[in-house]
């Protein structure tokens, strides 16, 4: 257990609501400025990749945008992770939908504001210390599932097809299967150069900015050389970006609660809540994974008190629930950073790009974020892990494929809780006395 957590209830609210904590470490090792310039440039190539993540997340584009921005800053400052970044994830959008198709946007603000206020006093109350212990063989098959899960999402990206290819790793090669033939080769080839400027700037040097060099690269192609070849750019596939950031939704408190709305309210926020606590920490436990950090691991039970106020804040700025997020985590570790200052970043970034920028970030082709987000998933899977695991008896190996299928066939939730109650119930039943007494 972290020693931060130790003490009395005042002591460790204390240390909840100091924003400047240890894990601002590593800017000290090495050189101060390139570090600070490792998070800058990590923020502002997650802003730009998380632009249209944003848009894409189900609900208005504007929503997404202010959203993820506010919700990164409040995270980096109360949040129990170096690395983590926060954004709107498709393991809400199952709830969000079943909740706006019956009530209004303020009643989601109203129960993403209970569901914050309980990750709060599950924080003080340290109830995060329940994620150490999912154990190694989970935590590596959700990596490979979610690496997964990165990797086909950008399918209809990478091969240029005009048609929207959906959530799930079926559907998506149902999709694929379906258009191949309406494949634009020049966005596979944009895709393509742009996994191999990020390799490349990689061996180079880890401060040159591999994904910002091929975004540049893919913004000149598609007004220049490749302007007639039918290259999708973020304007195509989204509209223009919003730029309307004062947008306020207070939450609507129903003014009669029978016992069918009293059911919706308890389940939505509990729903809200769990999606928000596992997805949260778990992304935070792979991040510390992805990034070797050797220093000050990610703290579970402040995470959980700065998702608390994530979820308390975000939506009210015309928003939704918030969690850690996967990809855009992944991202921020590959580009090299080091602290929650290149999440802080990421916050004035977006906000910067869409309201000044908007033009030319609208003009940048998908196959661009495609390639990018294809270099990312292939940098989460290290084979030193999956050898570790396989190692192991039979059961964890078998965990670690069950998860590692699991997350891309049925989504993050059903996986992952399903592969801790296997877990559960193995540990009881191998941990169980006899029910019979030995003959003497």
């Known amino acids: ?3 931060q957590d130790r003490g009395t209830l005042s002591q460790r609210l204390s240390f909840f609501l100091n924003p400047i904590d240890g894990r601002y470490e590593d800017l000290k090792r090495g050189s101060l400025p390139k570090n600070i310039l490792k998070d800058l440039t990590a923020g502002l190539i997650v802003a730009m990749v998380a632009i ?3 848009m894409a997340s189900g609900l208005e584009p504007e929503q997404g945008i202010v959203g993820g921005a506010i919700a990164g800053l409040i995270g980096a400052l109360f949040g129990g992770s170096k690395y983590q970044v926060y954004g709107p994830t498709a393991a809400f959008i199952p709830v969000i939908a079943q909740i706006t198709g019956k009530y209004d946007h303020g009643f989601l603000v109203f129960i993403s504001l209970l569901a914050g206020i309980g990750l709060i006093f599950a924080g003080l109350f340290k109830m995060g210390k329940l994620v150490e212990k999912v154990p190694h063989s989970i935590v590596v ?3 490979i599932g979610i690496a997964i899960v990165i990797a086909f999402s950008q399918v209809g990206e990478i091969f240029g097809l005009q048609q929207k290819v959906g ?3 079926v559907t998506q090669m149902t999709v694929l299967g379906t258009y191949i033939n309406e494949t634009n080769i020049y966005a596979v080839l944009l895709a393509a150069i742009t996994f191999a400027i990020c390799k490349l700037m990689l061996k180079v040097s880890s401060f040159i900015p591999g994904p910002l060099l091929a975004l540049g690269f893919g913004f000149i192609a ?8 039918g290259l999708i750019v973020i304007r195509d596939k989204y509209g223009s970006i919003p730029t309307d950031f004062l947008v306020m939704t207070p939450p609507v408190i129903p003014e009669t609660v029978n016992g069918a709305m009293l059911f919706d309210i308890l389940y939505f926020a509990g729903a809200f809540f769990i999606v928000a606590a596992i997805e949260s920490l778990l992304c935070s436990r792979m991040a510390d994974r992805l990034a070797n950090n ?6 579970p039970n402040k995470e959980l008190w700065g998702q608390g106020w994530v979820n308390i804040v975000t939506p009210l700025f015309n928003g939704f629930p918030h969690t850690g997020a996967l990809a855009r985590t992944a991202v921020n570790i590959r580009l090299g950073a080091v602290s929650p200052l290149a999440g802080i970043a990421k916050f004035g970034f977006k906000l910067l790009l869409a309201a000044y920028l908007a033009t030319y970030l609208e003009s940048v082709p998908m196959a661009c974020i495609g390639g990018i ?13 999956i050898k570790e695991i396989l190692g192991q008896n039979r059961f964890h190996i078998g965990l670690m494929v069950y998860t590692a299928v699991m997350v891309p066939l049925f989504g993050f939730m059903p996986a992952v809780v399903s592969a801790i109650l296997i877990f559960i119930c193995a540990y009881r039943w191998l941990h169980a006395p006899p029910a019979y007494k030995p003959l003497a």
Do not use: H, R
Not at 222 to 229: E, Q, S
């Open 222 to 229: 598609a007004k220049t050389f490749w302007a007639d070849k």
């Open 52 to 54: 249209p993540l944003a």
């Open 141 to 143: 098959g959700f990596t």
């Open 294 to 299: 050797t220093g000050q691991k990610f703290n």
């Open 1 to 3: 257990m972290n020693t």
């Open 167 to 169: 959530y799930g790793i």
């Open 373 to 385: 987000l294809l270099y990312v998933a292939s940098g989460m899977v290290k084979v030193q892990e």
